[in-house]
Each structure stands twice: as C-alpha cells, then as structure tokens.
C-alpha cells in the first residue's frame, strides 16, 4: 500500500508571500519588520548608517553628510574615520528599510540620556538626536578598524546592531569590567574607557592574540557586548 505524500502546501508561493509580507504594526518612526530589518516611517528625515538601505517606498532624498556638515571640528575627525563612520540622512516622507549583515537590531529611546555607541554598530538615528564622532585614545596604534566610536545624546529613538543576541554588563565603583574592544558595542556616556595590554596573556597566546587588548570600564554605568569579535587586533602595531 503507498502511503499519502506530504501535504506541502504550506510551501505554496502564496503562504510564503503571506507569512513573508510585510507588517504594519504603527509604532511610530522606528519599527522592527524582523529582529535584523528595520523600517523607518519617515515623515521628516533621520540618519542612517551609509549603506544600510536596502529599500524603500514613498518620495525619500538621501544625501550623505558632508565633512563641513557638523563643523570645521568635524572635519579632522572624518579624515581619520574614513568611511566607517559616514551616515546618510534619510529625508522626505515614506518607508525606508535598512539592515546590516543581517546583525540583530535593538532599538532604544533616549531621554536626554547619553551612549556611546561602535561606530559600525551604529544603524539609524532620530534627527532630533545630537551626535559626535570621537576617536578612542590610542585606538590608532592598537586596532586595525574599529577607530571611533559615536556619542549620542538626547531625546528621541536610535538603533544599533550587534551579532546574535547583546550582553548588558553593570559598571559599579569599585568593579571594573575589562572587555575585548572587538566584541564591545556600547556603554554608558558616563564612561571613559581606557585600553590595557595583558603582557603576560600576549605572551601566552602569541603575538596575534586580541585577548591581549582589553577595553577597562571604570565607574559606574554599564557596557554591551556581543558574542562575536567583529574587527581584528593588530598587536604588532600596538607593541611595536
């Protein structure tokens, strides 16, 4: 006796079209249509991070910030970040959707809080929020990408990446967190990290360990991290 073959008709292009399609729950500007895609429902303009559109609908202009933009200030800062830090504003009246190889997105709303952010964790920004591109001290001799980091203070919505699921660490007087810069996302404004080089560690892995680079909170606050080292450690630079 042959048996029945499997019913696949929930493999028909109209259930894929179905539970595949887009939806619209009206959450304002930011909403997520899955947990590594993001729709902005623009009515105004907001900042996105360069490259990050994937699509859009509607009557939208983007524009990629300029090194005046923010200031002759700017200027010096843009030259060393290079393209890393770059945003795109995102302006007119529509729907725009953006990812970033697939990292997952969180969302936060600032209330005249203040977070630094990894400049290439950075997705998408509210217009109302105020940012600055910082580089971290002595990052220049120590990593080979991750150079800057961008400060965001304000009220209003930002999104930021990360791969797989983040990790928020407590920093409290008396208890320091040391992190790897590649698996470091954010932390708190109120933080000021410095970089460490673990001798004896770098010793015992080799001279192309990233381990041997940490990041040393100090405070208090808090700092992401993620389960994954995004950028390479170049050690020789840093001990050379």
């Avoid at 971290?136 to 990593?143: R, S």
């Avoid at 080799?206 to 994954?228: K, L």
């Amino acid at each position: 006796m042959t048996e029945n073959p499997a019913d696949d008709s929930r493999y028909t292009l109209d259930e894929f079209l179905k539970s595949s399609a887009e939806v619209n729950r009206g959450q304002g500007l930011f909403e997520l249509e899955t947990e590594r895609l993001l729709e902005l429902n623009l009515d105004g303009q907001a900042w996105i991070k360069m490259g990050a559109m994937v699509a859009y609908r509607g009557d939208v202009k983007f524009t990629r910030e300029g090194v005046l933009d923010r200031g002759v200030g700017n200027l010096l800062k843009k030259a060393v970040t290079g393209e890393g830090a770059a945003l795109t504003k995102a302006e007119g009246s529509g729907k725009v959707y953006v990812a970033d190889k697939g990292k997952k997105i969180s969302i936060i709303q600032l209330q005249g809080e203040e977070i630094v952010v990894n400049g290439s964790d950075l997705l998408a920004c509210d217009a109302t929020i105020n940012y600055d591109i910082s580089l971290m001290k002595k990052m220049g001799a120590m990593l080979a990408g991750g150079l800057f980091n961008v400060r965001l203070q304000g009220q209003g919505l930002i999104a930021i990446t990360s791969h797989y699921d983040p990790l928020v660490l407590s920093v409290t007087a008396g208890q320091p967190v040391y992190t790897d810069p590649s698996a470091t996302v954010a932390w708190s404004g109120s933080l000021n990290p410095e970089f460490k080089t673990d001798v004896s560690l770098k010793t015992f892995l080799g001279r192309g360990s990233g381990e041997s680079i940490q990041m040393a909170f100090q405070g208090d606050g808090f700092v992401v991290v993620q389960p994954y080292e995004e950028t390479i450690i170049n050690t020789q630079q840093a001990t050379g």
